[in-house]
């Protein structure tokens, strides 16, 4: 008898069923408002791109090769443990982002929850956020901007934790001699996105 | 004494979906445990950010699924179905054994089905059965064995 009820179900199938039935939860989820960091996925020129979007706005981008686990555990403790894959939640920013990508668009239009940045990092990636498309700013001009003009290590850091890549451009910083330097998401994709934007490195040499 | 918060709830679902779905299909019968899972989920997922990481996660969704389960149980009986009544289940796979065994299952009272489908389809211990139902270690033991005793004379 009681071997019998352990095989009435098996695992397998009630995952299955378990799988199909997760998709309708979270569009439930996201309907009732429920769901307070919604995730979803974009392909794009520079692999496959994750985003998380909380009530407040755009939280964070993260590149193909991220360690998502790790992310999603921090956005639990330091936004809410509601997290779950969205499809609504993440539609304007993951347009957006494709838009960006096909040339069609310039400029983001998205709200930011700055949540996820470190204070000083907020100042420094807010003046980062006024570097317009097509053009570079140096790390020296960013550390100016914000008044800490010998800050300019520092504001390398805070770029290299910027959240918010892409949107927040801070791929449009670069050395003083207008070469690449660094980028959290490899180099190869800040070529490739200063590329996108015409190359204005090679204007500013 | 941590207050950390609990996993991202698309982690806790990933790890506790299968368990879940497993004891409502038994729990309820396979027509109703989709429903049952969603009502399930999304309650836990209303109180989740009160939630914390030391809190035995496990042990809660099973006692959301429970309440889940046992309230499905009165609305039917309120319902139009008689009670008393088999329910009719559309069982996936309708192996001819296994059909006596899920109308059997449906006959038993709202509890003590589901402590038997604790106990033996998802292996938990008494002291969690009890834990889970708001009872007694006894008292889970008891449903237990009231429902396997039912389930023999079933099926006899």
């Known amino acids: ?205 | 004494m941590r207050t950390q918060s609990p996993p991202p709830f698309e982690e806790f679902l990933a790890e506790h979906g299968t368990a879940v779905m497993r004891f409502l299909i038994v729990a309820v019968g396979p027509e109703h445990a989709d429903d049952a899972y969603q009502e399930t989920f999304l309650s836990a997922l209303r109180g989740y950010a009160r939630v914390r990481d030391d809190s035995r996660l496990d042990r809660w969704i099973l006692r959301i699924a429970s309440r889940t389960a046992i309230d499905h149980h009165r609305r039917r009986l309120r319902g139009p179905t008689p009670s008393g009544e088999v329910p009719d289940y559309p069982v996936h796979d309708p192996e001819p054994p296994d059909a006596g065994l899920w109308a059997a299952v449906g006959t038993l009272p709202a509890k003590q089905r589901v402590a038997v489908v604790l106990r033996h389809v998802l292996d938990r211990p008494y002291d969690e059965i009890g834990d889970v139902l708001g009872c007694s270690n006894d008292a889970a033991r008891a449903n237990v064995s009231a429902g396997l005793k039912t389930l023999r004379e079933t099926m006899r």
């Open chain 1, 1 to 205: 008898m009681t071997k019998d009820l352990r095989t009435l179900v098996s695992a397998a199938d009630a995952r299955s069923r378990a799988q199909a039935a997760d998709e309708r939860l979270r569009a439930a989820a996201q309907a009732a408002g429920e769901v307070d960091v919604a995730l979803g996925t974009l392909d794009s020129p520079i692999g496959e791109l994750w985003v998380a979007v909380t009530p407040r706005g755009l939280a964070c981008i993260a590149f193909d090769g991220e360690d998502r686990e790790v992310l999603a555990r921090r956005f639990a403790s330091v936004l809410s443990p509601r997290v779950l894959s969205a499809s609504r939640m993440t539609e304007d920013a993951r347009r957006q982002l494709d838009e960006y990508f096909d040339g069609r668009r310039q400029r983001f239009d998205l709200r930011l929850d700055r949540r996820l940045m470190t204070p000083f990092a907020r100042e420094v990636l807010g003046a980062t956020a006024r570097v317009p498309f097509g053009e570079v700013a140096t790390y020296g001009a960013v550390a100016a901007r914000i008044g800490k003009p010998k800050a300019a290590r520092a504001v390398g850091a805070a770029l290299g934790s910027n959240p918010i890549p892409i949107v927040v451009p801070c791929h449009r910083v670069v050395g003083a001699s207008g070469t690449l330097t660094g980028y959290a998401g490899g180099l190869e994709r800040k070529a490739f996105l200063l590329h996108l934007e015409g190359d204005p490195t090679l204007f500013q040499m």
